[in-house]
């Protein structure tokens, strides 16, 4: 059975501070990886993907995660907090070839100025 | 592309009511997937369609939701009566599972309110 845990529902920033969001994984099979975004009001997009091809992933945005395997871990970073950063975070893992997708509980971000 | 379309975005009614939300999911894209988003449960897969057939429901929490997907591109979820705890956003979602990674694209989501 595959899971995602994702640490801190609410996470505080000042703007111009660096960006963590934390991320780890259950899969018995080779993860895919995904994190999307939501802004106030709309539905989710995708930020980015981890689909094995290297395991420091960049996104969309400014953003960025990294696979660790031995850590089961995806954490979603950057450098330099913007205001416009402020959103609810969702971490999704998906094994290759099924359509079901595992979404964390999300993580708000709010950006301080 | 237009993305996935949802309509209505808001939706106000009475309990009792019966209520359809509507998705139009990208042009060929084969498998799509309505969701609901609530504070207290987070994002919840209701059902998935592939190839317009329902191929998992088991998230549908009651006989009063039901969903149809008549033709690749127009799906409905439906509530009937409408509760008050059905109130939450729905969102749809559509993939193409024949591609490599399963990436779902999201709709606006409609946001219903049952009073």
């Known amino acids: 059975a595959q899971s995602v845990t994702q640490l801190g529902s609410h996470v505080s920033v000042s703007e111009g501070a660096l960006v963590l969001l934390r991320c780890n994984y259950s899969?018995?099979?080779?993860?895919?990886l995904f994190w999307y975004v939501q802004y106030p009001n709309q539905g989710l997009q995708l930020l980015l993907k981890?689909?094995?091809?290297?395991?420091l992933v960049k996104g969309i945005n400014g953003f960025e995660a990294e696979f660790k395997k031995s850590e089961t871990s995806f954490h979603l970073t950057k450098p330099s907090a913007h205001m416009s950063d402020a959103a609810e975070y969702f971490c999704?893992?998906?094994?290759?070839?099924?359509?079901?997708?595992?979404f964390g509980t999300g993580t708000r971000l709010k950006v301080l100025a | 592309d237009a993305g996935v379309i949802q309509s209505p975005r808001h939706e106000v009614t009475e309990m009792g009511q019966e209520v359809t939300l509507r998705c139009k999911p990208i042009s060929g894209h084969n498998s799509l997937f309505w969701y609901r988003q609530t504070m207290m449960r987070g994002l919840e897969l209701l059902i998935y369609?592939?190839?317009?057939?329902?191929?998992?429901d088991s998230g549908m929490p009651e006989d009063r939701f039901s969903a149809k997907m008549p033709n690749a591109s127009f799906s409905t979820l439906k509530i009937q009566p409408s509760e008050p705890r059905d109130s939450a956003v729905y969102f749809c979602?559509?993939?193409?599972?024949?591609?490599?990674?399963?990436?779902?694209?999201f709709g606006p989501g409609t946001r219903l309110t049952v009073l």
């Open positions: 979602a559509s993939s193409n599972l024949a591609g490599k990674y399963n990436e779902q694209f």
């Open positions: 369609f592939n190839n317009n057939v329902p191929i998992d």
């Open positions: 899969s018995s099979v080779p993860p895919y």
């Open positions: 999704a893992v998906g094994p290759s070839g099924t359509y079901k997708y595992i």
């Open positions: 981890y689909t094995s091809a290297a395991t």
